[in-house]
């Protein structure tokens, strides 16, 4: 059963806190190595920030862009038994459509990348007034699963779609 999604995170308030640099000023986030599994991610820029991992509720690495409250959200799966791709996919789905059902899926597909086979989820979702486009990657490395989410409200996604795709590009599993 897949947890908390970028969706459910829309109501809250994008208040970014920094990453403090040791013994240095605070900075906007640089590249980050995980908290619950192997991988890495970078942010995509300067102006990205990175927000606590207390606050992630349930993301083991969430950037947020504080002006239009875009974010790259890194979720991690963990089970008990080798994940199968397909299902994977087909548990995410099942899991946006029941958590979200104003989302609209716009493309659903294999993505080969730098971190190997995954799949790639673009959709849209509009909830009150609000409208918000997301790009999912997930990837599957033995009983963990993967979901990176990119997402910003609807009219400026395609203005930081580049960097949301910079920073989804980012991810790397290590090798093995």
Same mark, same amino acid.
């Given at each position: 059963?897949?947890?908390?999604?970028?969706?459910?995170?829309?109501?809250?308030?994008?208040?970014?806190?920094?990453?403090?640099?040791?013994? $240095?000023?605070?900075?906007?986030?640089?590249?980050?190595?995980?908290?619950? @599994?192997? +991988? =890495?991610?970078?942010?995509?820029? *300067?102006?990205? +920030? =990175?927000?606590?991992?207390?606050?992630?509720?349930?993301?083991?690495?969430?950037?947020? +862009? &504080? %002006?239009?409250?875009?974010?790259?959200?890194? #979720?991690?799966?963990?089970?008990?038994?080798?994940?199968?791709?397909?299902?994977?996919?087909?548990?995410?789905?099942? !899991?946006?459509?029941?958590?979200?059902?104003?989302?609209?899926?716009?493309?659903?597909?294999?993505?080969?990348?730098?971190?190997?086979?995954?799949?790639?989820? =673009?959709?849209? *979702?509009? @909830?009150?007034?609000?409208? =918000?486009?997301?790009? !999912?990657?997930? +990837?599957?490395?033995?009983?963990?699963? #993967?979901?990176? @989410?990119?997402? %910003?409200?609807?009219?400026? #996604?395609?203005?930081?779609? @580049?960097?949301? $795709?910079?920073?989804?590009?980012? #991810?790397?599993? &290590?090798?093995?």
């Amino acid at each position: 059963m897949l947890r908390t999604g970028p969706l459910d995170l829309l109501s809250l308030a994008c208040r970014p806190e920094p990453v403090a640099a040791p013994q $240095g000023p605070v900075r906007p986030a640089v590249p980050r190595v995980h908290l619950q @599994a192997p +991988y =890495l991610i970078t942010a995509p820029a *300067e102006h990205w +920030y =990175l927000r606590k991992a207390a606050e992630a509720i349930g993301a083991d690495r969430w950037l947020v +862009y &504080p %002006a239009p409250h875009a974010q790259v959200i890194v #979720f991690v799966d963990e089970r008990e038994a080798q994940i199968d791709m397909a299902h994977y996919v087909e548990e995410a789905l099942a !899991y946006l459509r029941e958590t979200t059902p104003r989302a609209q899926i716009l493309a659903s597909a294999p993505h080969v990348d730098a971190s190997g086979n995954g799949w790639r989820i =673009l959709l849209y *979702e509009s @909830a009150d007034s609000d409208t =918000l486009e997301c790009e !999912y990657r997930l +990837y599957v490395a033995g009983t963990r699963g #993967f979901r990176i @989410a990119g997402c %910003a409200p609807r009219p400026i #996604f395609s203005l930081l779609a @580049a960097e949301i $795709g910079r920073a989804l590009d980012s #991810f790397r599993l &290590p090798p093995g």
